[in-house]
């Protein structure tokens, strides 16, 4: 199992190089990096000179490809062009969009998979047509328009009530005050865009796990269970959920990826 798991990282190592290369030499291609400090009316050319220099923007694009990992690798990914450095807003934001992905990826799992097996054990039912019609609704609705919708309902009840129940934006209060007070704060900080990002995939787990639960459910080693006199809660817990939720996990993996473009957005 180490040695698979070691296999596998060292074959997204060229994966994660390429990437690179690919955006960043998109990225450089496209326009001119100093553009905002050459439209600041108090940079005079000496310092744009000196910052292209320093910067290495005079060497040719594969030059400035190989500064631009020295930095990555030894100077925390230098600083901007205004000489910011680059790291502390790059970890503030990586650990503030991490705490939306993990919260909403917890939450869909563990919304999705009961319904998904509801789902399954009562097919064909209003229940199971039910989330068909939600689900495909789930996958139309672009993230962004649904965290507007939300922030714009929410803000309409505290006009209209004054009653605060989720913040619109921000990650914290002013003065978040300290233990259960500072979580409350930033439950109600976060609650909004993880019901965003979550109900996404909600919508696809819940299909993914209805899918393989009716598969599993037809297996043979299910049939003989209940033959030798398995109780079916036990049954659907210990032998087909379990087999269901192989595929799910796989699943996952593939979508955080894609959580992570998503929550972005929704932030």
Known sequence: MIGYVLRRVAYSIPVV??????VFFGISSIGDPLAQLRRSPNV???????????????????????????DAFTNAFGT??????IWPDLSRAALNTLQL?????????????PIGVISARRQYSAFDYGLTGVSFLGYSIPVFWFALMLQVIFTNLYLETGVR??????????DPGTGLAFLVDRLQHLALPIIAVAYVN???YSRYM????????????????????????????????RNALI??????????????????VAE
Do not use: C
């Open 17 to 22: 190089i390429a990437a690179s290369i690919v």
């Open 44 to 70: 005079s050319e000496a310092t744009i000179q000196a910052t292209v220099e320093a910067k290495h923007l005079d060497e040719p694009l594969p030059v400035q490809y190989l500064y631009w990992v020295q």
């Open 80 to 85: 901007t062009t205004f000489g910011q450095e």
């Open 101 to 113: 992905v993990i919260a909403a990826e917890l939450i869909a799992l563990l919304v999705a998979v």
């Open 165 to 174: 129940i989720f913040y619109t934006s921000g990650l914290s209060s002013i």
């Open 202 to 204: 909600v919508a696809a």
């Open 210 to 241: 209805r899918s393989e639960m009716l598969e599993v459910m037809n297996a043979q080693y299910l049939q003989t269970a209940r033959a030798k006199g398995v109780v079916e809660k036990l049954v659907m817990r210990r032998h087909a959920l």
């Open 247 to 264: 595929p799910i996990a796989t699943v996952v993996g593939l979508n955080i990826g894609l959580t992570f473009g998503g929550s972005i």
